[in-house]
C-alpha cells in the first residue's frame, strides 16, 4: 500500500537505545505492535508510529517527553484507540505513548462527587468502580473509551443532553507539557475564577498542546428512579420535532437519541430486536420516581401529537441495557449492511431550532447517493451522525462519500452549527475549521499552540493544518 | 493622596489628538470621567485611566485598540464598575473603554434558549428584555452587572448551584484582540468538538487577552413552580451540614445561601426585615410544581434533622423578591456596620465536603478579629464571603485584614479549593495565584499571555503578576 502521508525521518537509533534500556520490554520498536497503535476507527488509511512506550506513571511520560524533545521527535498518546477522525495516527512518525497501563482510579471522593483517575481509565471501568458508592459517571460516547482520550476529545455521547460534555465534567487535570514539565490545572473546588482556564484549554486539544496523565471527573448521584422508552414515528421530521418541543419545554431528559429507519433494521439484524423499522426515539428519564413520571407522561404527550406510534417503556434494568447496548451497537450494526465495508462519519451540531431542517436536507442527499447511508444521533443536543458505506480503495465511493460530507457541514455551519459536535477535529476536519471559526480565530488558535509546543511535537499535523 | 502604583508615562498628545477628532465627545480627558473609571466596589486604592472612551460598537473597540498599539498605551475595558478586586483600575496608566453603551440586546433566539447580547447589557436589563419570552437568564452575581464584565470574571452567584457559572452559560463570543483585529469564538451550537476551546480562554482573562465584544449566552425555561424559604440554625454548622446533605444526595437545588448570625442583624437593619438573628439559610426551589414540593420537603427534613428553626415559605413572588433583595444587599448591609468603612473581601471556595471545616475554623479567626467581620455566601458551591470592615486608612486594620484573607486562602487551598470562587485575581489575589495552581500552570498562562498580547497593553498588571 502506497504511503498517502508525507515521508519523514526514522527514529533516531540513539534515541530508540536510550529508551529501549529506559524502560526495557515497555519500549517496543515491533511492527505488530506499531500498527496496532496506527489505525483507528476511520477509514482515514493508517499510520503506524516508529515505536510504542507504554508508560506507567506521569514522570515516564514527561521523561518520554522530554527525550523525545531532545531529538526532536514526535510524540503521540494513545487512549482506548476509539478515535473516529485520526486523532493518534503517526502521519509525521514518531513515538507513540500508550496510557492503557496507566488505568488506576487514584481517588473516589464520593462526598465531594468527583473521582481522580489515571487516563487509562476507561469510562465503564470507571463506573464498575463506583458501584456501591451510589454515584455514576455520566458521559457516554457509546465506545468504552479512555478518559484520558475523551478529555482530549471533548467527548459527550448520549447522556450530554443533561450532564454536557467532558467539558463541563472535569475539574481538573495533571499535563504533562512540550518541554517535559508537568504542571496540574484546575482543582478540586466546584467553581473558581483563579486566572485562565488551562482546564478547558487542553480539553479538546486532542494531545497537541500536552498530554493529560491524571484527571478529575465529577460524579452524579444515581437518580432514584430510571425509564427508558422507545417510540416510532410516521417520518424523521415527526420524530425531530418532538425532540425540539421535548429541549424547548426544558425536560430535563437524560438521553433522547434518533436512529433513522435503516438505523433500525441494521440494528434489529445485528442486536436481535424486533423494533418497528421506521424513524424512532429512545429516552431515558432520570430523577425521582414522581419526577420521572411526569417527563415521561409530557414527552409521550408531545410524541403521540406528532404521531409517535407505540410508546413502548423499559424500566427493568436488564431491559435498559439491552436498549442502550443496541444503541450503541448502531454503529457496528451499520457497518453490517455493506459486507467490508469501512465506515466515513459525520458529526454535525446545529441550533436545536435548526434540526430538522438539517436533517430534511441531509436526507435529501440521502436519498439521491448511490452509497448506504444511516444517520442517527444525539438529537436533543442537536448533533447527529451519518455512517457512510464506503470501500475505501474505491475512489468514486471515497468522493461521494466525501461531497456528501461537505454539504451537510457547508449546511451546518450555514445554520450556525459546527463541524464536529464531539469527535474532533483529527485529520479529517482541518479543511472546515477556518470556515468555522474564521482565520482570526484559527490564527490565535496556532499562536497558543506555537507558544505551548514551538517545535510541534506534540501529535503533529492534528487541527491545525 | 499618594500614589500607590508605580508611575508610568502621560497618554501621548498625539494619540490623544486623535481620538478626539475621530470620537469627538465620546472620548474624554476630563478628571471627573477618568476617576469614575479608576475605582471599584473594593479597597484597592483608585488609579484612574489617562483617558476614556465610550465606545459604540465592536469596530470601535478594534480601532481605538490599534491607535493605543501603535503607541504603546495600555487599554482597560470597562463594565458596569462593580469589580472587586482592582480589575479595572489604570495602574499602568492608559485608555478605559468604557463599553456601557453596547447595551443592546442583538437577538433572543427563544426557540434555541439563547441570546446574543453586547457586552455593556446587564443582567437585570436582559431579564427585562426576556420578559414574555417564558425564559430567564439565570446567573446572579448581586450586582447588576455587565455580561460582558461577568464573562471576563468568569462570575456566577446565587443560581450557580444548579445552572453553573459564565464558564458553563456563554456559547460563544466577538473578541477584539490586543492587534486590534476581531474574532469570533464559539458558536451557537450546544457543544462542539472543533478546535481549541478560545471561548473558555477568554472567560476569566479579565480583559487580559481580549476584550470581549458580544456574547451569546445560554436561557432557561422559567421554572413553572418557584419556592423560596428561610430556615435559622442553632450553629453555622448545622447550617452548613445541612447544605453538604443537600448537595450530596443530588437535590437540584437553585439557590443554596448562608448568612452568619451578624449578617442576618446588619441584613434586618438595612433591609428592615424581621429574621431570626442566628445562623441562617436562604434556600429557592425551581421545576414543576411536584418537583419543587418534593425538593422542599427533603430539605426541610435534612434541617430539620439538624436543629433548623423556623422553617419559613415565601412562595408569592413579592415575598421572594424581597427575601433576594435583602440576600442581594447583604453586602452592604454590612457596610452599615461600621460607618465609613470599606469592606475588605474574600472568597474561598472548597469542595464541599471540608466546608464545614474551612467554616468552622474561619469563624475561630473572626472571634479572634479585632474589626467586625461577617460571613455569607454561596455554599451549595463550597464558596464564602467574609466582609471584614476596615477603615483603608488605618494600617493597622488593613493589616489584620490582608492577614485574616492570607490564612483563609491558606486554608482553602490546603483543602484543594481556590483562592477566589467568582471574584477573580484582578490586583488583589495575584500572592496567590502561584500557590494555587504552581508556578508550571503560571508559566503556561504567562505565555499564553504573551502569545496573545506581546507588548502587554490588554489591561496590564492584572492576573499575572
Redo the contacts between chains.
Keep these: 500500500m502506497n504511503d498517502p502521508y508525507p515521508p519523514h525521518p526514522p527514529l533516531p537509533a540513539v534515541l530508540a537505545d536510550v529508551l529501549s534500556v529506559r524502560f526495557g520490554s515497555r519500549f517496543s520498536l515491533s511492527q505488530a505492535v506499531r500498527d496496532q497503535h496506527g489505525r483507528d476507527e476511520s477509514v482515514h488509511p493508517a499510520a503506524a508510529p516508529d515505536a510504542v512506550l507504554f508508560a506507567e506513571s506521569t514522570a515516564e511520560v514527561a521523561e518520554a517527553v522530554r527525550l523525545c524533545r531532545e531529538h526532536k521527535v514526535p510524540v503521540i498518546p494513545f487512549g482506548a484507540g476509539s478515535a473516529v477522525e485520526g486523532h493518534f495516527l503517526a502521519i509525521h512518525g514518531g513515538l507513540c505513548i500508550d496510557l492503557t497501563r496507566m488505568n488506576r482510579v487514584v481517588a473516589i471522593?464520593a462526598?465531594?462527587?468527583?473521582a481522580t483517575v489515571q487516563p487509562g481509565v476507561t469510562r465503564k471501568q470507571l463506573n464498575a468502580e463506583l458501584h456501591g458508592t451510589g454515584l455514576f459517571f455520566p458521559i457516554d460516547p457509546g465506545a468504552d473509551a479512555s478518559l484520558g482520550g475523551m478529555a482530549a476529545?471533548?467527548?459527550?455521547g448520549t447522556n450530554?443532553v443533561r450532564y454536557?460534555?467532558m467539558?463541563?465534567n472535569v475539574l481538573g487535570m495533571t499535563v504533562v507539557?512540550a518541554n517535559g514539565?508537568?504542571?496540574?490545572?484546575g482543582?478540586?473546588?466546584?467553581?473558581?475564577?483563579?486566572?485562565?482556564?488551562?482546564t478547558?484549554?487542553f480539553?479538546?486539544?486532542e494531545g497537541t498542546?500536552g498530554i493529560i496523565t491524571e484527571l478529575t471527573v465529577r460524579l452524579?448521584?444515581l437518580p432514584e428512579a430510571i425509564s427508558s422508552a422507545v417510540c416510532a414515528f410516521p417520518s424523521v421530521d415527526a420524530a425531530v420535532n418532538t425532540v425540539?418541543q421535548t429541549?424547548?419545554?426544558?425536560v430535563p431528559v437524560a438521553r433522547i437519541e434518533l436512529l433513522d429507519a435503516l438505523t433500525i433494521s441494521a440494528v434489529n439484524r445485528y442486536s436481535k430486536t424486533h423494533l418497528h423499522e421506521a424513524p424512532t426515539l429512545f429516552f431515558e428519564f432520570h430523577?425521582?420516581a414522581?419526577?420521572v413520571e411526569?417527563q415521561a407522561t409530557l414527552v409521550q404527550e408531545l410524541a403521540a401529537g406528532l404521531g409517535g406510534m407505540n410508546f413502548e417503556w423499559a424500566t427493568r434494568p436488564e431491559d435498559r441495557s439491552r436498549l442502550w447496548q443496541a444503541r450503541h451497537d448502531a454503529y457496528f450494526a451499520c457497518l453490517q449492511l455493506k459486507p467490508g465495508a469501512r465506515a466515513f462519519p459525520t458529526?454535525v451540531?446545529?441550533?436545536?431550532?435548526r434540526l430538522a431542517e438539517c436533517i430534511r436536507a441531509t436526507n435529501d442527499d440521502i436519498a439521491r447517493a448511490s452509497i448506504p447511508i444511516a444517520l442517527f444521533g444525539h438529537v436533543g443536543?442537536?448533533?447527529f451522525h451519518m455512517v457512510l458505506l464506503i470501500d475505501p480503495a474505491n475512489p468514486l465511493e471515497v468522493a461521494e462519500a466525501e461531497k456528501i460530507n461537505h454539504a451537510v457541514v457547508e449546511r451546518?455551519l450555514a445554520m450556525?452549527?459546527?463541524?464536529?459536535?464531539?469527535?474532533?477535529?483529527g485529520i479529517g476536519?482541518q479543511k472546515?475549521?477556518v470556515a468555522?471559526?474564521?482565520e482570526?480565530?484559527?490564527?490565535?488558535?496556532r499562536?497558543?499552540?506555537?507558544?505551548?509546543d514551538p517545535d510541534n511535537l506534540l501529535n503533529p499535523g492534528k487541527?491545525?493544518p
Tied chains: 1, 2.
Design positions: 471522593h462526598e465531594d462527587l468527583d476529545t471533548r467527548a459527550s450530554a454536557g460534555t467539558r463541563e507539557l514539565r508537568i504542571i496540574r490545572t482543582g478540586r473546588a466546584k467553581k473558581s475564577s483563579a486566572g485562565y482556564d488551562l478547558r484549554l480539553i479538546g486539544s498542546l452524579y448521584p425540539i429541549i424547548q419545554l426544558g430523577g425521582s414522581a419526577s411526569e458529526d451540531c446545529v441550533p436545536i431550532s443536543d442537536g448533533n451546518a450556525e452549527g459546527t463541524c464536529t459536535g464531539e469527535h474532533g477535529i476536519k472546515f475549521l468555522e471559526h474564521g482570526g480565530a484559527v490564527d490565535v488558535m499562536a497558543l499552540k506555537h507558544a505551548l487541527i491545525l
